[in-house]
C-alpha cells in the first residue's frame, strides 16, 4: 500500500513537472516574454552602468572578488586579502559596537530627562553621571570599532577597486570625482564601503576618489520603460511633502520643528506640504506619497535586526514600515530620510537588503538619502542644510545631484576638527 501512493506520488510530480514545463514555454512565446523566469542576460545588464561603474563584491568560503561592471563589459577584481570569515567577525564586531552605544546613549537621554526634569536627587545625581560615563565610553569604543574597520576595509577591498577603476570621462569642473556605485553581497552589507580608508591620510579613503553610491542589484539602476511608466497612473507632483515628528512614542526629536520650517521656506505655497506631528499619521503619509514626488521626513526612525520589514519611520499614533512602502508601486523622484537606521537591513537574510531605503528605491524612487546607524541629531540637521543649499542653489530643485550633494555635505563635516566616524560616515545614497 505505501509503495502504491509512493509510485503515485512519484508520478503526480512527474505530471506536475510536464505541465509546469509546458505552461513555461507558452508563456515565452508571447510578445515580451521570452525570458520570462530566465536569470537576467549580461548584455542586458550592462546598460545599468551608464553612469558610472558598479562595483560587486562576492563573498565565499572559497575566495572572495570583485566584479568591476561596465558599459564595455565586466572585470574581476581578485580580492586575495579578504576571506568570508573575517568579514562575519568584522561585520558582528561593527553591529556590536553600535547597539552597545546605542542603548547607552538612549540610557543617557533616559536619565538626564528625569534628572532635568526635576528629579535632581542625590540618587538621580549618581544615575546620571554614571549613563553619562556609560554612554562616552561606549561611543568611544564605537569610534574606534568604526575606524579599525574602515582601514580594514580599505586595506583589503576598496583600495584594490578604487585603482582598478577606469579613466573618468571628462566631467564637469564641479564634479571633478567620478561616480562608483557599491552592489555588497552577504555580511558586506552591513559594512560602510563607501567610508573605507585611512582618513588621516589624504588620498587614502574612498571618499577621495569617488562619489559612492549604493544600489542592492544591477537590475535596480535599470530604468523602466516607457510602457511600464504609463501603466503606473501615478498622480504625484513635484512638490515636497514634510513629514515633521517632534515627539512619537515618547521620542522627542526638538530640530523637527525647525527643520521644517527652513524646508518650507525653500518649498513655499504649493509647491510642499507639511505634516506636523498629530497630522503624520500612517495612514495619512501613506496617501500622501502617491502625490508628491520628493519628500522629506524629519523623524525618528528604528529597525527591527531579526525582522527588518517590520522597521520603519515613528510618526503618529505608529510607524511607516518596511512592509507598508514595499507593498505599493511610488512615481517617486528624491527621497530623503536622516533619521536613525534607514539604511538597516535585518542580520538573519544578509543577502535580501531590507529597509526602507531600498524599500522606497524598488518602488520607484530614484535618489533616496539615508543611514546606515543612528544619527547625532546636530550632524544630520547641517548635512540635511548642506544639502539642499546645494540641490536648490540654482533657484529651482535639481534631486538629479543627490548624489553629489551629499558628498559634499559629508566631506564638510568630515573635515570639521573632533569629527569621529561615527558622525559622518553613515549618510549615503541608494540609487541611480
Sequence with gaps: ???????MSRERRLALGWEWDNLLARVRQLDGFGDFLRPPRLPGLLAAAAGGPVAMVNISRWRCDAFLVTEDGVEPVPLPGLSAEDVVARANAFLQSIRVAQLAIDEYWRVRYCFDSGDQTAKSFREYHRA???AAAARTTMEATLGATMRWLWDVLAERIVHALPPSDSPAEDERQPRLWWCPTGPLTALPLHAAGHHEAPGEAVLDHVVSSYTPTLQALLQPSADVLATRGSDAEDRMLIVAVTDADGQVLPSAAQEAERLRALFPGARSTLLADGDATPDRVLYELRRHKWVHFSCHGDQDYDAPSRGGLLVSGGRVTVMDIASRVHDGVFAF?????TATGGTMLADETISLAAALRYQGYRHVLATLWSVYDSAAVRVVDDVYAELTSGGGFVPERAAYALHHA???????PGAGPSTWAPFIHVGV
Design 132 to 134: 553619562r560615563s556609560a
Design 1 to 7: 500500500m505505501v509503495d502504491g501512493a509512493r509510485q
Design 410 to 416: 559629508v566631506l564638510k563635516l568630515r573635515a570639521e
Design 337 to 341: 530620510l536622516p533619521a536613525c537606521r
